[in-house]
């Protein structure tokens, strides 16, 4: 069955975000979420320096299902298969939206290619088929949006 996503804008005002690992992945979503002032916070094992630095509450520890009370949504950028598929089950079963990095078949919610400017945001989605290409349009508009501003 072929999924399909329906492109939203979800207030995540005095909501907390959960993210479920501390590498590289996680740093990049960070810094996404991050441009829309969303409220962070992050469990993983082992977490780089460069996340910490990014000023997010970081709790050192092991995933647990109890660590999904009080979440809006959570990513999980783990990269570990097995434990990515356990948090999409958790996550559903606390009533938590979920997105599994590179894993749409386990996400509730994708995330689009955005361009934000002001209180203007673009949003360009290939419903996870294409990611590389939703990141190319988002680009062009881009690049018009800022030349005709000039």
Do not use: W
Not at 11 to 20: A, G, N, W
Not at 28 to 55: H, M, P, S, W
């Amino acid at each position: 069955m072929k999924r399909i996503f329906l492109p939203i804008s979800i207030d995540i005002s005095d909501q907390k975000i959960l993210v479920i690992g501390g590498g590289q992945t996680a740093l990049k979503k960070i810094r996404i979420l991050q441009r829309f002032g969303a409220n962070i916070e992050v469990v993983a094992e082992k977490i780089q320096d460069e996340v910490y630095a990014t000023g997010v509450v970081c709790m050192k520890k092991k995933y647990g299902k109890d660590d999904l009370k009080g979440y809006l949504m959570l990513y999980s950028c783990t990269n570990h298969n097995e434990l990515d598929q356990q948090i999409a089950l958790d996550g559903k079963d606390a009533g938590v939206l979920v997105n599994i990095h590179d894993l749409p078949a386990l996400c509730q919610f994708i995330s689009p290619a955005i361009y934000q400017d002001g209180n203007i945001s673009v949003a360009v989605s290939s419903n996870a088929e294409d990611v590389q290409e939703s990141i190319r349009l988002r680009n062009l508009i881009q690049n018009y949006l800022e030349n005709i501003k000039t």
